[in-house]
């Protein structure tokens, strides 16, 4: 399913628009700044992903967050094609309101409550990186601290206690919220997330979930890059499979 | 045929919107609240379908399994 790039050819990178998805284009803008990714905007009722390396569901309020976020999204036409090529191995990104729909889809485990506060909490924060073994993390360092903002009301991360249990033991949780100084505390977390989880991958590794925006910190004029190796990440991700095929 | 799903947060999951809500009660009076929980009601009316599909609707889309139990009411 991998399209093999080679010398001046571009990996092609898709990001998925719903109705109600409102950061598409950044993140097409982060990715286009990139070298050597050409971003495509797929509208929902796409039936084929043939030839991109990798996708992006962005954030938003797909179908205005009715019934539930992500819950009916997850049955758009585009959503079986995502799940094919995230079967494949492709890499999948789920960024906020992505992070819900992968869950909703079940290619994620666990949901995405009302935060627990109540409030929709758009600011600045920090992430612990947990586990740098993953396509989405690997030129980050474990431990290192990431200052990316978040932007949600339903971010409030819940599995069962066996499924929790997994996912620490596959070192499936690889970002957690914390303090500036890296400290994973009941006051660093903003919305209730069990063990103050604020993203994690599939047990395959190839798809990842997260609340917070690595797309809104790309560009120093908008306050910061730290997001930027998530996408550097899967970049040399695809590049070192695309070496091996 | 008439139905209607009733879509409640399962009883170990925190429903802080509830607990936000009884506060509001106790503001108005109502002494002793011991629980309040939010769910949603849905009404449906299909042409044509049998139960088993309805149940397979209620547990795909109309509810979440993680965190939510729903009730399936066959009116008519």
Same mark, same amino acid.
């Given at each position: 399913?991998?399209?093999?790039?080679?010398?001046?050819?571009? @990996?092609?990178?898709?990001? /998925?628009?719903?109705?109600?998805?409102?950061?598409?284009?950044?993140? =097409?803008?982060?990715?286009?700044?990139?070298?050597?990714?050409?971003? #495509?905007?797929?509208?929902?009722?796409?039936?084929? !992903?043939?030839?991109?390396?990798?996708?992006?569901?962005?954030?938003?309020?797909?179908?205005?967050?009715?019934? +539930?976020?992500?819950?009916?999204?997850?049955?758009?036409?585009? @959503?079986?094609?995502?799940?094919?090529?995230?079967?494949?191995?492709?890499?999948?990104?789920?960024?906020? &309101?992505?992070?819900?729909?992968?869950?909703?889809?079940?290619?994620?485990?666990?949901?995405?409550?009302?935060? &627990?506060?109540?409030?929709?909490?758009? #600011?600045?924060?920090?992430? +612990?990186?947990?586990?740098?073994?993953?396509?989405?993390?690997?030129?980050?360092?474990?431990?290192?601290?990431?200052?990316?903002?978040?932007?949600?009301?339903?971010?409030?991360?819940?599995?069962?206690?066996?499924?929790?249990?997994? !996912?620490?033991? *596959?070192?499936?949780?690889? %970002?957690?919220?914390?303090?500036?100084?890296?400290?994973?505390?009941?006051?660093? *977390?903003? &919305?209730?997330?069990?063990?103050?989880?604020?993203?994690?991958?599939?047990?395959?590794?190839?798809?990842?979930? !997260?609340?917070?925006?690595? #797309?809104?910190?790309?560009?120093?004029?908008?306050?910061?890059?730290?997001?930027?190796?998530?996408? =550097?990440?899967?970049?040399?991700?695809?590049?070192?499979?695309?070496?091996?095929? | 045929?008439?139905? %209607?799903?009733?879509?409640?947060?399962?009883?170990?999951?925190?429903?802080?919107?509830?607990?936000?809500?009884?506060?509001?009660? #106790?503001?108005?009076?109502?002494?002793?609240?011991?629980?309040?929980? /939010?769910?949603?009601?849905?009404? /449906?009316?299909?042409?044509?379908?049998?139960?088993? =599909?309805?149940?397979?609707?209620?547990?795909?889309?109309?509810?979440?399994? $993680? $965190?939510?139990?729903?009730?399936?009411? /066959?009116?008519?």
């Amino acid at each position: 399913m991998v399209q093999v790039t080679t010398g001046s050819s571009f @990996m092609k990178v898709a990001i /998925i628009q719903f109705p109600g998805s409102n950061c598409d284009t950044d993140c =097409q803008a982060a990715l286009a700044s990139l070298p050597g990714i050409q971003a #495509e905007i797929v509208w929902h009722k796409e039936t084929s !992903l043939a030839g991109y390396a990798a996708v992006v569901l962005p954030g938003g309020f797909s179908y205005g967050d009715y019934l +539930r976020c992500g819950s009916i999204a997850r049955f758009s036409p585009i @959503m079986r094609a995502v799940r094919a090529v995230a079967e494949s191995g492709v890499l999948v990104l789920g960024i906020c &309101n992505g992070f819900q729909i992968l869950c909703e889809a079940g290619l994620l485990p666990g949901t995405l409550m009302r935060n &627990n506060g109540l409030l929709f909490r758009c #600011e600045h924060l920090h992430l +612990r990186v947990e586990n740098n073994d993953s396509p989405f993390t690997s030129v980050l360092h474990q431990g290192q601290v990431l200052d990316i903002p978040i932007a949600h009301g339903e971010g409030n991360y819940f599995a069962d206690a066996e499924t929790l249990k997994q !996912l620490n033991m *596959n070192n499936q949780i690889l %970002v957690r919220y914390c303090d500036a100084s890296g400290n994973v505390s009941p006051e660093a *977390n903003p &919305n209730g997330s069990l063990e103050n989880i604020a993203g994690i991958c599939s047990h395959g590794r190839n798809v990842f979930g !997260l609340m917070p925006h690595p #797309e809104r910190v790309c560009d120093p004029l908008l306050g910061g890059t730290d997001g930027r190796s998530i996408f =550097q990440s899967m970049i040399e991700a695809v590049a070192k499979l695309n070496v091996k095929s | 045929m008439k139905a %209607v799903v009733t879509v409640m947060p399962k009883p170990a999951i925190l429903d802080p919107a509830g607990v936000a809500t009884g506060h509001a009660m #106790e503001h108005l009076g109502l002494k002793g609240v011991r629980s309040v929980r /939010i769910g949603k009601s849905i009404e /449906i009316e299909v042409d044509d379908a049998d139960e088993k =599909q309805l149940h397979e609707i209620c547990h795909d889309l109309l509810s979440n399994p $993680v $965190v939510e139990d729903y009730k399936l009411e /066959i009116l008519s």
